[in-house]
Each structure stands twice: as structure tokens, then as C-alpha cells.
């Protein structure tokens, strides 16, 4: 399988400056910002953008309500650019609206399931505030039915945005446990993208690197979360297990997570993650030239690599399921949701229902 990725990446410490200039080079004349609430407010977003442009009703996972209020905040304004300054769920929803302008189609699903030539190429440029979700790089978002119970994902190759500028800056007013949340999300892109069907020789570099890296400084950012180096190695790692499960896609982990976080509310880096280290034991002798790799760097051992994973969440966020409410009787039906098309079929390992059962209790 050939790697293919055609995001421009900027690394920066003066995010504005990179985006009025990319806004330039690409023509952008009328862009709709994507943000958060709480962007908007702690950069004064609204100075420095037309407030009326700006769309920032949005909770923490994207979901059909979110999509309804963004188009029809569309409606009627001729946008020919998309900004998404936010986390991973701004950024899904982001791509939501690019495939509005480029479709006009105003069916929320059939707009997610459309595969078909889009009318029109919108530019757009992505800027990351988390170190975790890697969509900055990617063709696809996620969004959430919450009254069908249901997660869609939302893919075509036009939604590669075309710029992706990086900026530790942005993710300093992070707390500690959302930077931990989003930092085990982006271990878990890396390790799903190793342990996976579609892996090539470069997929798999860029997640042996993200991995690297996220183990070597995510004890620096439980020092001193305002570290804006370690901050920066942080985001550079999140974009290159992005980059790595852009051509990958996802695996048992994730596919595993999101009955997690849509029956019990866990937030998705923790959901993602949760499972890693018992299927790191199911998967690792098909990816030992990988863990080799990855121990070889960090100079530790096999078992200390796994220690160092389990340090992550340790007096920062629960880390159990029975913390986030879930109980033994709650197994069997999560076992039976927790097999995505296209997701847990990427394991490297084919699982059955017992060994997923066997993974669930083994973090209960």
C-alpha cells in the first residue's frame, strides 16, 4: 500500500501571522471560522475575525444538533474557505462544513455518507489546540447521533485540509487532564496504526515516532504543563500518528471505545486508550520488529515500556471501567457493540467476542 498524505504542515510559535499568510496564498477571501467557546474568548477571536463569521456553538463531540445550527448558520453566505481553530471535535465538525460548500447537500446523513465528486473544492486551514486528535491531517471527523445511539463517520478525499499550521501556544491553556486525555488519544492513533491491515513502511515510522516522542515528554508536561517545548513535541506528535493513521485508519481500540463514550459518557482519549495495554499482550508478537524499535529509542525494556504507559493516567483521570460506572453486567452488551465495520476488522489480530470480553474485564 503506497503512503499518501498531501497536507501542507507549518510548524509555528506565531499561529496568526501563519494563517493571514496562508489565507493569502490559497485566496481565501470569506473564510467561516470554526471554534470553540472557548477559543473565541481566551484569543478574542472576534477582534481579529468578523464576528459573523465565526461559529462557535459546539459541545465536546460533534453531534447532529451541532450540524443542523453550522448549516444553517451557513445558509445564505458565500463562504469560500473553512479555518477550524479548535480540538478534535471543532475540527470534525469543520470538515462537516466543507462538505456542505462543496455539496450543498443539507441531509445531515446523507451529507456524512456522500462518496460521490464534490460540485466544488473548498480551501481550509487547520489549526490544532490539542495534542491528540491528528484531524488536522486527515480526510474523515466523527459525528454522533445521540438519539439512534450511533457514531458516523464522515470520509472523502477532498476533506484533506489543505494547510495544518502548529503552534504549541495554542494548547497552553489546556488542563491537565484534557492534555492527558488528548495525549493518550494520539498513543492510541499510533499504536492502531502499527497493529493494522493497512500499515505501510511510512505509516508505521511516523507512529513509531509519535510514540517516541509522547513517551519521552509526557512526564515533562505533568512537571510543568506550560512548557511550551515539551508542548510542541506534544503537537508534533499528535500530527504524526495522524499522519500515520491517515492512511491506516483505526483499529480494535477505537472500535472497542465507542460504545464506551456513547453509552457512558467517557471522554473519547480515555475510551481510545483503555485497552491499549491488553491488546498490546494480543497483538505484540505481530509488530515485534516495531516494539523493538520503539524500546530501542526510549532505551528501556519491553516491561518498562508497558510501566511507562501505565504511568500516563496514574492521579490525573480515572482509568478504570468500573470509575466511569460501568459494571460487570454492562460487558456482554459493549462486547457486542464493540465490533465497527471497518475499524476492528483492521486488527492485525482477528478478535473474537471472548477476547473482547476478556479486554473489557481486564480494565474493569
Known sequence: ???FNPVEIIYTNSWLNELIDSQK???????ILVTSPGNRRRLSLDSVFNPDSIFSDIGENPNFDDCENVLTFCKDKDYDGVIALGGGSVMDLAKVVMAFLSTGKTNIVDLLEFKGAYE??????????THGTGSEVTMWGTVWDMRQKKKYSISHLDLYPNIAILDGNLTLSLPMDVSIMTTLDALSHSFESIWNKNANEKSTEYAIEAITIILSNVELLKQNHNDLNVRNKLLEASTKAGLAFSNTTTAAAHSISYPLTIRFGIPHGVASSLSLIPLLEINGRHIKESLDKICHSLEVTYDE??????AI???I?????SEWGIQENDLPQLVEESFTKGRMDNNIVDLTKDQVFEVLKSIK
Not at 496564498?25 to 473564510?31: C, Q
Not at 515500556?305 to 501505565?310: A, G, H
Not at 483521570?317 to 471501567?321: A, D, E, G
Open 1 to 3: 500500500m503506497e503512503y
Open 25 to 31: 496564498n490559497l485566496g481565501i477571501l470569506n473564510p
Open 120 to 129: 466544488r473544492s473548498i480551501a481550509s486551514i487547520f489549526l490544532p489546540t
Open 305 to 310: 515500556l508497558i510501566q511507562k504507559i501505565k
Open 313 to 315: 493516567p496514574e492521579g
Open 317 to 321: 483521570i480515572p482509568y478504570t471501567l
